[in-house]
T-cell receptor
Framework: KAGVTQTPRYLIKTRGQQVTLSCSPI?????VSWYQQTPGQGLQFLFE???????NKGNFPGRFSGRQFSNSRSEMNVSTLELGDSALYLC???????????FGPGTRLLVL | GQNIDQPTEMTATEGAIVQINCTYQ??????LFWYQQHAGEAPTFLSY????GLEEKGRFSSFLSRSKGYSYLLLKELQMKDSASYLC????????????FGIGTKLQVIP
């Protein structure tokens, strides 16, 4: 099976812009989680989607949003970008609600 | 809330054994994961413990004590390629996929 894919892999934006990141989970996996990873904070949970419904949300401002499509593909959007949003954004999929997560390669976002 | 503690850095010698500890405090617990993350790469799954005791998988073993809120990852016969960050992560109870990660332990294996 193909692994989790994320696009784009690298992105440079300026403050105030918005960005959309995409994640395609492993075929058959219905749960998709998003994480932000920075050197100082480690992996921070953003949200989790299961069957197109957001089941959990981390402690991030409303500028961070996401959605999941019927084919389990997921997108996350960050509006009004801030310098502090520069990070590696990782998507992880799992076959069920509480299973092992398989991570994609991530999207490295740089906000200037 | 969730609180996960693990050492930020460790150094060990090739061929040796190293133990990476993780302690956690959580309002609900449904299992503990260990992931390996090489620099610039995505985390990859190593182990999952939900019951107390030791799980062995080749050179890697993981231990869990739920009553103590404690886990460790044991790496034997260290190889240079084991240099990576090791992430401890707790799965919340409740059936939803909310995993809280520790900040990770950066392990450097030296010759």
């Amino acid at each position: 099976k193909a692994g989790v894919t994320q696009t784009p892999r690298y992105l440079i934006k300026t403050r105030g812009q918005q960005v959309t990141l995409s994640c395609s989970p492993i075929s058959g996996h219905r749960s998709v989680s998003w994480y932000q990873q920075t050197p100082g904070q480690g992996l921070q949970f953003l949200f989790e989607y299961f069957s197109e419904t957001q089941r959990n949300k981390g402690n991030f401002p409303g500028r961070f949003s996401g959605r999941q499509f019927s084919n389990s593909r997921s997108e996350m959007n960050v509006s009004t970008l801030e310098l502090g949003d520069s990070a590696l954004y990782l998507c992880a999929s799992s076959p069920d609600r509480a299973g092992t997560q398989y991570f994609g390669p991530g999207t490295r976002l740089l906000v200037l | 809330g969730q609180n996960i503690d693990q050492p930020t850095e460790m150094t060990a010698t090739e061929g040796a054994i190293v133990q990476i500890n993780c302690t956690y405090q959580t309002s609900g617990f449904n299992g503990l994961f260990w992931y390996q993350q090489h620099a610039g790469e995505a985390p990859t799954f190593l182990s999952y413990n939900v019951l107390d005791g030791l799980e062995e998988k080749g050179r890697f073993s993981s231990f869990l004590s739920r009553s103590k809120g404690y886990s460790y990852l044991l790496l034997k016969e260290l190889q240079m390629k084991d240099s990576a960050s090791y992430l401890c992560a707790v799965l919340n109870s409740g059936g939803y996929q909310k995993v809280t990660f520790g900040i990770g332990t950066k392990l450097q294996v030296i010759p």
